[in-house]
């Protein structure tokens, strides 16, 4: 068996791969939307829309929108 694992996942960067964490998790850049939720390296351009981190604090609902570097 070769260890090739060079092939990227179809079409995503392995950041956008990575299972999106619960919004409390998330770094407030992250949580902004102005950092990639996976690795919080800070976004410029082209940045993936993964989906939404859900969460909860008391009444208040911290969902959001989880972006992912390209
Ligand atoms: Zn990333």
Redesign the pocket.
């Known amino acids: 068996m070769t260890a090739e694992d060079t092939t990227p996942v179809t079409g995503r960067?392995r950041?956008a791969g990575t299972p999106i964490p619960p919004a409390a998790a998330l770094s407030r850049e992250a949580y902004a939307g102005r950092a990639?939720y996976?690795?919080e390296?800070r976004l410029t351009t082209g940045a993936i829309l993964v989906g939404r981190a859900v969460g909860r604090m008391g009444a208040h609902v911290l969902d959001c929108d989880a972006y992912?570097?390209p």
Do not use: Q
């Open positions: 960067s950041c990639c996976a690795c390296k992912a570097c």
